[in-house]
């Protein structure tokens, strides 16, 4: 049981680790330029689907996984030049409506290229085998790995937004615009940078996600709304929000579907009410903060 | 260039005009596909009220038009089945009368709406829309875990529910009875444009500041028209899954609610007959497309993002020439 326990608390961390790489984009692309963007889960699938054509092609797991982050971020150049720009001033009903559009183009156009069957990413034989942890608990080395990964991008980024330059510009994006543009910053470029920079970890997810699960047309539209509610419960525009709050939804979602069937299968002698309340858990979680928190647990007053 | 009100009338009479050439025609699966225009277009209508009148994007009423769907499965599957729904100190039976279906379609989806509207509308904006696409995400995965009414596969009716006094089997009388229903819903959108909590809507969505220095509780009038909104939303559902037979978790999926958004903006938000257009050249397009390329979709996208970009008032707002109250 406490094996079983520990696995799934692995399991949960991995989970919220790859949610993190979702909203990490989407609470920035939000903060900085005010834009909700729901095409950012099509950014998620065109990396998936990057990583497993470069992959069958080359051979080579890490050519496609750096593909799948490049052309995520050619992707997100794109759509930011071509649409997004145009909608920055825009309210949000339009803004919504036209990345659903996005979402549209995206996946019929994937459909078109790839077919509706899924494909697969093998995993490379050096990461592939289980390992033993402390204790002599079996795990799966390669969602070691991706927590390793997920854990590696969170600093990066935290050493970006609060070390650097052009972190420095972000931050200061985030809290006036017409300011750091009166200021010189060449504002549609820092714009272009922060999308194409989302982008490219959404493409990231997408590929290391694909890998563990299948590569195939709508995977991200689910990712996406859980990675909305991981940005809500974190507050809107905050890096450390979306981190606890991917931590906290992982968690959540893995440790609940482990436990909540045990729980009612003992107390009401059924499995079945535990799995349905599994399934809403992180929704319920998310109306918890809403009702203590409505600016969510690291947002500011919006 | 024409008024709206014109417009209106003449859209209503090309539609029945439709319907009955089709009849005359016998061409069934035209007045079939005319039904679902209908009872998209009622949905539609459900969401504009709190959309385009009211100002609050949800991104959710799938929820409501899943609610809808499943109170008529679950009543009729019990009825056809012969097992009452409840069986304990009182005995509740299931039943295939559509008039008791659309009340407790209306009653379910004001209850679903009243929970998620008191949740959702303690936030604005962003978070607004998120949030009604999360709990509308919530009710897909609890239909979908939900074994007792065939979970991922849902339930099929074998019969479609009665109504008194017609043959509802029979297509264009099912399409009156949408059609009756639709007149009804407008009617009642028409009044509420027109009475002192329209108005009252209309100041929230422009200035709650104001409206709130008034006197008026903006909170309670924008939870009022959600709940409305969703009440409608759900008949919506329940024809819908009278006119296939059938009710899955698929309705409640959040593409159906990026639908029935597409309703509202193709046809013009904030217009009465707005989401009937909407719905029209939605199931036209469906199609016309769809038969030319399995990928329709993709034109779909393309037509979306051109009104969104350059035809702020949708259809309706580039054939008619009064700039109806939005802004």
């Known amino acids: 049981m406490t094996f079983l326990l520990i696995e799934q608390v692995l399991n949960g961390l991995q989970l919220g680790v790859m949610l993190f790489l979702i909203s990490a984009g989407l609470t920035l692309v939000f903060g900085v330029m005010g834009l909700i963007n729901l095409a950012h889960g099509s950014l998620y699938m065109v990396g998936a689907f990057a990583a497993a054509a470069v992959a069958a092609y080359t051979g080579s797991y890490l050519m496609g996984i750096i593909a799948s982050m490049i052309a995520a971020a050619v992707a997100g150049v794109l759509i930011e030049t071509l649409v997004i720009r145009r909608l920055y001033g825009r309210d949000h009903l339009d803004q919504v409506l036209a990345t659903f559009a996005l979402i549209l183009i995206f996946s019929e156009g994937t459909r078109m290229v790839f077919g509706s069957f899924p494909l697969y990413l093998s995993i490379p034989a050096l990461i592939a085998g289980p390992v033993t942890l402390p204790g002599g608990l079996q795990y799966p080395l390669f969602r070691l790995v ?31 615009r017409e300011m750091i543009d009166a200021l010189g910053v060449d504002i549609s470029k820092l714009y272009t940078f922060v999308f194409a920079l989302g982008a490219g970890l959404a493409g990231l997810a997408g590929a290391l996600v694909g890998t563990i699960q299948s590569v195939q047309v709508g995977m991200g539209e689910p990712v996406l709304i859980t990675a909305f509610v991981v940005i809500v419960i974190g507050g809107i525009g905050s890096i450390r929000g979306a981190f606890v709050g991917a931590l906290l939804v992982g968690l959540t979602d893995t440790l609940g579907a482990f436990l909540l069937p045990k729980a009612t299968e003992v107390l009401f002698a059924s499995a079945d009410i535990g799995s349905v309340l599994s399934s809403m858990l992180i929704y319920i979680l998310m109306a918890v903060v809403l009702v203590l928190r409505p600016t969510g647990l690291f947002g500011g007053t919006t | 260039m024409i008024p709206e009100r014109l417009f209106n009338w003449g859209l209503l009479a090309a539609l029945l005009a439709f319907v009955i050439y089709a009849q005359a025609a016998d061409e069934t699966y035209w007045i079939t596909l005319s039904t679902r225009a209908v009872i998209f277009a009622i949905a539609g209508i459900g969401l504009n009220l ?6 609050m994007v949800s991104f959710g009423h799938a929820a409501f038009f899943g609610i809808g769907g499943y109170a008529m499965g679950i009543l009729a599957s019990h009825a056809q089945g012969y097992t009452p729904i409840v069986d304990g100190w009182v005995t509740v039976n299931g039943t295939q009368n559509m008039l008791v279906i659309w009340v407790v379609a209306l009653l379910a989806g004001g209850f679903g709406a009243l929970l998620i509207g008191l949740l959702s509308l303690r936030t604005t904006g962003a978070y607004f829309i998120m949030i009604t696409l999360a709990f509308g995400q919530m009710f897909y ?15 099929i009716i074998y019969i479609r529910n009665g109504f008194p006094g017609l043959n509802t089997m029979d297509p264009v009388q099912f399409f009156a009875l949408t059609f009756g229903v639709l007149t009804l819903v407008l009617g009642l959108m028409h009044m509420i444009n027109r009475s002192a909590f329209g108005l009252a809507l209309n100041a929230v969505r422009q200035t709650p500041e104001r409206v709130e220095t008034v006197g008026i509780h903006t909170l309670r009038l924008k939870l009022t028209a959600f709940v409305i ?20 978790p698929a309705m409640f999926s959040w593409s159906i609610s990026g639908e029935i958004m597409i309703f509202v903006i193709l046809g ?32 779909l996208g393309l037509l979306l993002l051109l009104v969104v970009l350059f035809a702020k008032g949708g259809i309706v707002g580039l054939l008619t020439r009064k700039e109806v109250r939005h802004g």
Do not use: C
């Open chain 1, 146 to 176: 991706l927590i390793a990964v997920g854990v590696a991008v969170a600093v990066g980024l935290y050493l970006l937004i609060t070390r650097t330059r052009l972190g420095i510009q972000i931050q200061a994006g985030e809290a006036d």
């Open chain 2, 50 to 55: 709190a959309l385009g009148y009211g100002g």
């Open chain 2, 141 to 155: 995965y609890f239909a979908i875990s939900w074994p007792a009414y065939g979970g991922e596969d849902g339930v």
């Open chain 2, 229 to 248: 909104s969703g009440m409608v939303t759900a008949l919506a559902g329940a024809l819908f899954a009278d006119l296939n037979k059938y009710v899955s």
């Open chain 2, 268 to 299: 013009g938000v904030a217009r009465l007959l707005g989401p009937l257009v909407g719905a029209v050249v939605f199931v036209f397009l469906e199609e016309v497309l769809g038969g030319l390329s399995e990928f329709w979709h993709i034109y």
